[in-house]
């Protein structure tokens, strides 16, 4: 029981690696705050309440909240209705992100703003929002999933890398911010993970990709949940402005 009576807002919690942070958090006996976004064509909510009971089943408090991240008052309120359901706020996984993957050439400025907006700004919005109730409590974790592509680049993903190598950016001026107050301030950088993220590339590439990766294969959601609650625990209280790789070997 890692985060015994901790309480933890995840973002983009409805599937994939949200999904399994929030599972692994709650089965280390966390409180959390579920942020899904509507999209049509998806049932988010349904998924997001499906995995709220499941925590409830473990004896943990689970809500949750709707919300995007790109819009700074609604995660200003969804912060506040976690704080105030939860009893205070310990911890944020600012894991919320999306793709459109475009060489520069046919990247329109739309593609570039969208992918900046939740993936960048978005962790803005919530660290910003999550701030105050850490530092009165003086304590917090904040951690933001960011990407092996923003330390190396990749073919067709300007606008992911640069998004992923501010997050690392924002996040390492944050932790210098609030390094005194009892705040850490880390990322992740998953390599290739087995998600819905990685499932829309096209079946052809796969094999370029396992072939740079020494341990010739893609990662689990688990493996970077697992790096999640690390980061979150006690046992990681002297480590921020930090960036975990979890990759197989992909980038060292
Ligand atoms: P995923 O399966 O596509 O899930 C992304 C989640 O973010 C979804 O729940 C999505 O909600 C949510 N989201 C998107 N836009 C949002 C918004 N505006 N407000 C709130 N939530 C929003 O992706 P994943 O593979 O689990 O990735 C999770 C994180 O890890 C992302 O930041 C990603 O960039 C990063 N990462 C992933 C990999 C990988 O190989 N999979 C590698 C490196 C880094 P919807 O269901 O509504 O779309």
């Given at each position: 029981?890692?985060?015994?009576?901790?309480?933890?807002?995840?973002?983009?919690?409805?599937?994939?690696?949200?999904?399994?942070?929030?599972?692994?958090?709650?089965?280390?006996?966390?409180?959390?705050?579920?942020?899904?976004?509507?999209?049509?064509?998806?049932?988010?909510?349904?998924?997001?309440?499906?995995?709220?009971?499941?925590?409830?089943?473990?004896?943990?408090?689970?809500?949750?909240?709707?919300?995007?991240?790109?819009?700074?008052?609604?995660?200003?309120?969804?912060?506040?209705?976690?704080?105030?359901?939860?009893?205070?706020?310990?911890?944020?996984?600012?894991?919320?992100?999306?793709?459109?993957?475009?060489?520069?050439?046919?990247?329109?400025?739309?593609?570039?703003?969208?992918?900046?907006?939740?993936?960048?700004t978005?962790a803005f919005n919530?660290?910003k929002?999550?701030?105050?109730?850490?530092?009165?409590?003086?304590?917090?974790?904040?951690?933001?999933?960011?990407?092996?592509?923003?330390?190396?680049?990749?073919?067709?993903?300007?606008?992911?890398?640069?998004?992923?190598?501010?997050?690392?950016?924002?996040?390492?001026?944050?932790?210098?911010?609030?390094?005194?107050?009892?705040?850490?301030?880390?990322?992740?950088?998953?390599?290739?993970?087995?998600?819905?993220?990685?499932?829309?590339?096209?079946?052809?590439?796969?094999?370029?990709?396992?072939?740079?990766?020494?341990?010739?294969?893609?990662?689990?959601?688990?493996?970077?949940?697992?790096?999640?609650?690390?980061?979150?625990?006690?046992?990681?209280?002297?480590?921020?402005?930090?960036?975990?790789?979890?990759?197989?070997?992909?980038?060292?």
């Amino acid at each position: 029981m890692r985060l015994q009576g901790r309480a933890a807002l995840i973002t983009g919690a409805s599937r994939g690696i949200g999904r399994a942070i929030a599972r692994r958090f709650a089965a280390e006996g966390c409180n959390v705050a579920l942020n899904y976004v509507s999209e049509a064509g998806r049932d988010n909510a349904a998924e997001a309440e499906a995995l709220a009971a499941e925590v409830r089943g473990l004896g943990r408090k689970a809500l949750c909240l709707e919300a995007d991240v790109t819009d700074f008052a609604a995660v200003q309120a969804m912060v506040a209705a976690a704080v105030e359901a939860l009893g205070g706020l310990h911890i944020l996984v600012n894991n919320a992100g999306i793709t459109r993957d475009r060489t520069l050439r046919k990247l329109s400025p739309e593609d570039w703003q969208a992918v900046l907006d939740v993936n960048l700004t978005g962790a803005f919005n919530c660290a910003k929002a999550v701030l105050e109730p850490m530092l009165e409590q003086g304590y917090g974790r904040i951690i933001s999933l960011a990407s092996v592509v923003g330390l190396m680049g990749n073919f067709g993903q300007a606008n992911y890398a640069a998004s992923k190598a501010g997050l690392t950016g924002f996040s390492k001026s944050l932790a210098r911010e609030v390094a005194r107050k009892g705040v850490t301030v880390n990322c992740i950088a998953p390599g290739f993970i087995d998600t819905e993220m990685t499932r829309a590339i096209p079946q052809d590439v796969i094999p370029q990709i396992l072939a740079q990766i020494p341990m010739g294969a893609m990662g689990t959601v688990e493996d970077v949940a697992n790096a999640a609650l690390f980061l979150a625990s006690e046992e990681a209280g002297y480590i921020t402005g930090q960036v975990l790789s979890v990759n197989g070997g992909m980038y060292m």
